[in-house]
Protein backbone atom coordinates (compact mmCIF):
# COMPACT_ATOMS: atom_id res chain seq x y z
CA UNK A 1 0.00 0.00 0.00
CA UNK A 2 2.87 2.33 0.71
CA UNK A 3 4.12 1.59 -2.70
CA UNK A 4 1.18 2.71 -4.36
CA UNK A 5 0.99 5.93 -2.31
CA UNK A 6 4.60 6.49 -3.34
CA UNK A 7 3.94 5.86 -6.96
CA UNK A 8 0.78 8.06 -7.11
CA UNK A 9 2.98 10.96 -5.10
CA UNK A 10 5.98 10.59 -7.74
CA UNK A 11 3.12 10.78 -10.46
CA UNK A 12 1.54 13.99 -9.36
CA UNK A 13 5.08 15.52 -8.71
CA UNK A 14 6.37 14.77 -11.90
CA UNK A 15 3.00 15.69 -13.26
CA UNK A 16 3.38 19.21 -11.60
CA UNK A 17 6.66 19.49 -13.16
CA UNK A 18 6.14 19.27 -15.79
CA UNK A 19 2.40 21.74 -15.47
CA UNK A 20 5.00 24.18 -13.95
CA UNK A 21 7.45 24.04 -16.75
CA UNK A 22 4.76 24.82 -19.40
CA UNK A 23 3.72 27.86 -17.48
CA UNK A 24 7.77 29.16 -16.78
CA UNK A 25 7.65 28.62 -20.48
CA UNK A 26 4.59 30.36 -21.71
CA UNK A 27 5.47 33.35 -19.55
CA UNK A 28 8.99 33.13 -20.98
CA UNK A 29 7.49 33.88 -24.23
CA UNK A 30 5.00 36.98 -23.03
CA UNK A 31 7.83 38.18 -21.54
CA UNK A 32 10.26 37.83 -24.80
CA UNK A 33 7.41 38.99 -27.16
CA UNK A 34 6.77 42.16 -24.47
CA UNK A 35 10.57 42.75 -25.26
CA UNK A 36 10.18 42.82 -28.87
CA UNK A 37 6.84 44.75 -28.23
CA UNK A 38 8.99 47.50 -26.40
CA UNK A 39 11.83 47.58 -29.02
CA UNK A 40 9.64 48.05 -31.68
CA UNK A 41 7.98 51.08 -29.86
CA UNK A 42 11.40 52.33 -29.67
CA UNK A 43 11.63 52.44 -33.25
CA UNK A 44 8.44 53.35 -34.04
CA UNK A 45 8.82 57.08 -31.92
CA UNK A 46 12.15 57.17 -33.72
CA UNK A 47 10.83 57.07 -37.46
CA UNK A 48 9.02 60.14 -37.38
CA UNK A 49 11.85 61.96 -36.37
CA UNK A 50 14.05 60.18 -39.44
CA UNK A 51 10.59 61.18 -41.43
CA UNK A 52 10.93 64.74 -40.81
CA UNK A 53 14.12 64.96 -41.32
CA UNK A 54 14.25 63.06 -45.16
CA UNK A 55 10.90 64.90 -46.14
CA UNK A 56 12.89 68.17 -46.33
CA UNK A 57 15.55 66.57 -48.83
CA UNK A 58 13.39 63.16 -50.41
CA UNK A 59 10.95 65.17 -52.53
CA UNK A 60 11.16 62.06 -55.01
CA UNK A 61 10.65 59.80 -52.23
CA UNK A 62 7.26 60.31 -51.51
CA UNK A 63 5.55 56.79 -52.12
CA UNK A 64 8.49 55.21 -49.82
CA UNK A 65 7.92 57.84 -47.23
CA UNK A 66 4.27 57.75 -47.12
CA UNK A 67 4.44 53.81 -46.81
CA UNK A 68 6.55 53.51 -44.28
CA UNK A 69 4.21 56.30 -42.47
CA UNK A 70 1.22 54.09 -43.15
CA UNK A 71 3.41 50.64 -42.09
CA UNK A 72 4.97 52.24 -38.99
CA UNK A 73 0.60 53.04 -38.01
CA UNK A 74 -0.17 49.54 -38.60
CA UNK A 75 2.49 47.84 -36.45
CA UNK A 76 1.68 50.02 -33.35
CA UNK A 77 -1.74 48.97 -33.88
CA UNK A 78 -2.79 46.50 -30.52
CA UNK A 79 -2.59 42.11 -31.06
CA UNK A 80 -4.02 39.68 -28.75
CA UNK A 81 -0.80 38.37 -27.13
CA UNK A 82 -2.46 34.63 -26.67
CA UNK A 83 -3.34 34.19 -29.97
CA UNK A 84 -0.62 32.74 -32.75
CA UNK A 85 -2.67 34.09 -35.38
CA UNK A 86 -2.67 37.69 -33.84
CA UNK A 87 1.09 37.45 -33.39
CA UNK A 88 1.78 35.95 -36.75
CA UNK A 89 0.62 39.05 -38.29
CA UNK A 90 2.02 41.81 -35.83
CA UNK A 91 5.46 39.74 -36.54
CA UNK A 92 4.41 40.21 -40.55
CA UNK A 93 3.72 44.14 -39.94
CA UNK A 94 7.10 44.50 -37.91
CA UNK A 95 9.03 42.34 -40.78
CA UNK A 96 7.61 44.71 -43.83
CA UNK A 97 7.87 47.66 -41.67
CA UNK A 98 12.08 46.90 -40.64
CA UNK A 99 12.44 46.41 -44.97
CA UNK A 100 10.73 49.54 -45.72
CA UNK A 101 13.03 51.73 -43.37
CA UNK A 102 15.89 49.40 -44.95
CA UNK A 103 14.92 50.81 -48.49
CA UNK A 104 14.64 54.00 -47.45
CA UNK A 105 17.94 54.30 -45.59
CA UNK A 106 19.67 53.02 -48.53
CA UNK A 107 17.92 55.88 -50.52
CA UNK A 108 19.15 58.36 -48.14
CA UNK A 109 22.62 57.45 -49.89
CA UNK A 110 21.73 59.06 -53.01
CA UNK A 111 21.23 62.78 -51.19
CA UNK A 112 24.65 64.14 -50.22
CA UNK A 113 22.93 67.00 -48.16
CA UNK A 114 20.63 64.52 -46.02
CA UNK A 115 23.63 62.27 -45.99
CA UNK A 116 25.67 64.18 -44.45
CA UNK A 117 23.24 66.05 -42.36
CA UNK A 118 24.34 65.83 -38.27
CA UNK A 119 20.50 65.09 -37.53
CA UNK A 120 19.93 62.80 -40.28
CA UNK A 121 23.74 60.86 -39.33
CA UNK A 122 22.67 60.74 -35.67
CA UNK A 123 19.23 59.34 -36.48
CA UNK A 124 20.56 56.73 -38.82
CA UNK A 125 22.72 55.48 -36.04
CA UNK A 126 19.92 55.69 -33.30
CA UNK A 127 17.98 53.44 -36.06
CA UNK A 128 21.02 51.09 -36.68
CA UNK A 129 21.23 50.49 -32.70
CA UNK A 130 17.33 50.09 -32.62
CA UNK A 131 17.40 47.71 -35.27
CA UNK A 132 20.33 45.52 -33.15
CA UNK A 133 18.12 45.38 -30.29
CA UNK A 134 15.07 44.54 -31.93
CA UNK A 135 17.33 41.27 -33.47
CA UNK A 136 18.57 40.44 -29.93
CA UNK A 137 14.77 40.44 -29.05
CA UNK A 138 13.24 38.46 -32.00
CA UNK A 139 16.23 35.71 -31.03
CA UNK A 140 15.58 35.85 -27.50
CA UNK A 141 11.79 35.42 -28.33
CA UNK A 142 12.75 32.64 -30.51
CA UNK A 143 14.77 31.23 -27.97
CA UNK A 144 11.55 30.87 -25.78
CA UNK A 145 9.47 30.04 -28.58
CA UNK A 146 11.36 26.92 -28.98
CA UNK A 147 11.23 25.69 -25.38
CA UNK A 148 7.64 26.51 -25.31
CA UNK A 149 6.70 24.63 -28.23
CA UNK A 150 8.68 21.64 -27.24
CA UNK A 151 7.53 21.43 -23.16
CA UNK A 152 4.15 21.61 -25.36
CA UNK A 153 5.03 19.22 -28.16
CA UNK A 154 6.86 16.33 -26.11
CA UNK A 155 4.80 13.69 -24.08
CA UNK A 156 3.11 14.28 -21.91
CA UNK A 157 3.19 18.27 -22.03
CA UNK A 158 0.40 18.10 -25.18
CA UNK A 159 -1.72 16.61 -22.46
CA UNK A 160 -1.01 19.36 -19.84
CA UNK A 161 -0.75 22.31 -22.17
CA UNK A 162 -4.41 22.56 -22.12
CA UNK A 163 -4.82 23.23 -18.75
CA UNK A 164 -1.88 25.54 -18.89
CA UNK A 165 -3.90 27.52 -21.63
CA UNK A 166 -1.16 26.86 -23.87
CA UNK A 167 -1.17 27.13 -27.11
CA UNK A 168 2.05 26.00 -30.16
CA UNK A 169 3.23 29.75 -30.43
CA UNK A 170 5.08 31.10 -33.86
CA UNK A 171 8.37 31.63 -34.52
CA UNK A 172 9.48 35.38 -35.25
CA UNK A 173 10.67 34.66 -38.99
CA UNK A 174 11.26 37.59 -41.85
CA UNK A 175 9.38 38.17 -44.25
CA UNK A 176 10.37 36.99 -47.75
CA UNK A 177 11.34 40.38 -48.89
CA UNK A 178 13.11 40.79 -47.06
CA UNK A 179 15.33 37.72 -47.36
CA UNK A 180 16.24 38.79 -50.89
CA UNK A 181 19.32 41.12 -51.51
CA UNK A 182 18.49 44.75 -51.44
CA UNK A 183 20.08 46.54 -54.63
CA UNK A 184 20.75 50.70 -53.73
CA UNK A 185 20.94 50.79 -57.77
CA UNK A 186 17.55 51.06 -57.51
CA UNK A 187 17.32 53.80 -54.86
CA UNK A 188 20.29 56.11 -56.45
Known sequence: MEIFFGII?????????????????KNNVLEALA?????LKNRSNLIPNILTIAKKFMTHEKNLLENVT?????????????DPTSIKEHISAAST?????????I????????KSNETMVKAQLTYNEVEAKIAAARRFYNSAVAQLNNSIEIFPGHLLAQYANAKVMPFYETDEAAKKPVSADKYL
Not at 16 to 23: D, E, K, P, T, V
Not at 97 to 105: D, H, P
Open 97 to 105: LGSELGKMM
Open 70 to 82: KLRTKESEGYDQT
Open 35 to 39: GIDVQ
Open 107 to 114: SVEAYPDL
Open 9 to 25: ILVLGLLYFLYARIIRN
